[in-house]
């Protein structure tokens, strides 16, 4: 890799080496482009989760009162968002909300969109080929022991930070399916213990996320019965998670929030490999249209999304090789390569992306906390982050005076007491200093 002809062309790659915050546009932004995926494909995803929501009803009671359907409530942040403009330099002038993920069920996080789905379609795959499943089967049929003993023959191998694999591991080892786990370094030990706690196998390394999935790939290939979840190129991760787009649009309906030209809709969402931010991205811009507007949040040590779109060169590019370190706290986000389809997605359909000190993201858990009594992971709180700087930046573009934004909270509600209690209290110091 030749940094300094890169950094010639694109100075935001020094930037980038400085460790510093910056908001990127996007110029590629509404652009015409051929996907290989549409809204049809969106509607698919929705009708498998609608398929399996009497499975889940059974196999997870805690889904009885959604009927199955694992979604997140939006919240309106009246508190947050004064605390904010307080420090701001931009003011918030429309609504503040949390899309609350950090409230989804099985996984505490938006990885109960897209890990689990994956899971999910090649269950259906396998009971149908092998199990004389139909599509109009009540699917509780697959939480029975026969069911179990045809999925027990195969195996699920993942690569994760942590959720992903929380989401996975807990799932498939529910429907039967041998389940392996092999997790990064940053994975936080709660999330080991839990998966332990369901029988799933948690393959532990002291080295990056790069590492363990590569690992996890390698593990899967060797063995013909292991299906392989690949968090660095999967399209049914991703079109598990652009649903999120069909539930919100029903939301901004039912609780009256407008989405035209003089209301523009402006979504915060944290990138690690970038698949979740891009799967919802994707949702948003087919289901709500051109009002709709993504940027994406990423620290300043671990911009692997950022240098791969402001480059071009999307996944063969890593943060480590213009030399910065990849350490964050933000375990969610601490992904040194992009994946393969994120920045292809993402070209003409991502407004911007911006990065964040660790420090400023720490103040944003409390804050939240204090606040709105919501308890975040360091790396869900990062779309807050974010918005002064985006703000300063769209401002001359866009009406802002009655634009909404959403911040995407991508994990938290199982994170235990201990944990949270840390992670506010090196919020605490951050905010006296
Ligand atoms: C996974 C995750 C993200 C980022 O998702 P990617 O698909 O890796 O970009 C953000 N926040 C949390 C809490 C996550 O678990």
Same mark, same amino acid.
């Given at each position: ?182 997790m990064s370094a940053d994975a936080s030990q709660w ?62 309906k039912s609780q009256g929030i407008k989405v035209d ?39 300043? *040590? #671990?911009?692997?999304? &950022?240098? +791969? ?5 999307? /996944? ?5 090789? %213009? @030399? ?80 909404? *934004? #959403?911040?995407?909270? &991508?994990? +938290? ?5 201990? /944990? ?5 209290? %090196? @919020? ?6």
């Open positions: 890799m030749n940094v300094d002809a890169l950094i010639e062309k694109y100075p935001e790659v020094k930037t980038m080496q400085e460790l510093k915050p910056f908001f990127w546009r996007n110029p590629d932004y509404g652009k015409k482009a051929d996907l290989s995926i549409g809204i049809a494909d969106v509607f698919d995803a929705e009708a498998r989760f609608h398929r399996f929501a009497p499975y889940f009803e059974v196999a997870f009671p805690e889904t009885v009162a959604t009927h199955g359907i694992l979604e997140s409530p939006l919240i309106d942040l009246p508190y947050m968002k004064a605390r904010l403009n307080k420090s701001f330099t931009n003011e918030i002038e429309g609504g503040l909300y949390l899309k609350a993920d950090n409230y989804l069920p099985i996984s505490g996080s938006i990885k109960s969109r897209g890990g689990i789905y994956e899971v999910l379609k090649f269950a259906e795959k396998v009971a149908i080929q092998e199990g004389g499943l139909i599509y109009e089967d009540n699917y509780a049929v697959l939480a029975s022991k026969k069911y179990h003993d045809l999925f027990a023959k195969y195996g699920i191998a993942v690569g994760s930070t942590g959720n992903l694999g929380l989401s996975i591991g807990i799932v498939a080892q529910r429907l039967g399916f041998r389940t392996s786990v092999h999330k080991k213990d839990k998966l332990r706690s369901f029988g799933v196998n948690v393959v532990e390394y002291n080295d990056n996320f790069t590492h363990a999935i590569t690992e996890a790939r390698k593990s899967a290939a060797a063995d013909p019965m292991t299906y392989f979840i690949d968090d660095e190129g999967s399209y049914d991760l991703f079109l598990g998670y652009s649903v999120a787009a069909l539930r919100l649009q029903a939301q901004l030209k003089d209301h523009p809709l402006f979504v915060y969402l944290p990138a690690g490999v970038g698949g979740s931010p891009s799967g919802v991205t994707f949702g948003l811009k087919k289901v709500l249209g051109e009002n709709a507007h993504a940027i994406f949040a990423e620290p300043t *040590h #671990i911009p692997s999304v &950022t240098l +791969g779109m402001v480059t071009g060169l999307n /996944d063969k590019i890593s943060v480590y090789d %213009i @030399g910065i370190d990849g350490t964050t706290k933000a375990d969610g986000l601490a992904v040194g390569r992009a994946s393969r389809i994120a920045g292809k997605n993402m070209r003409t359909l991502l407004l911007g992306t911006a990065t964040f000190k660790d420090e400023d993201m720490m103040k944003d858990v409390v804050r939240l906390y204090e606040t709105e009594k919501i308890g975040l992971e360091p790396s869900a709180a990062a779309g807050f982050t974010i918005m002064d700087q985006s703000l300063e930046n769209l401002s001359a573009d866009f009406p802002m005076k009655n634009a909404n *934004h #959403i911040v995407w909270a &991508t994990g +938290g509600s199982m994170v235990p007491k201990e /944990d949270m209690d840390r992670y506010l209290e %090196i @919020g605490r110091e951050e905010l006296a200093k």
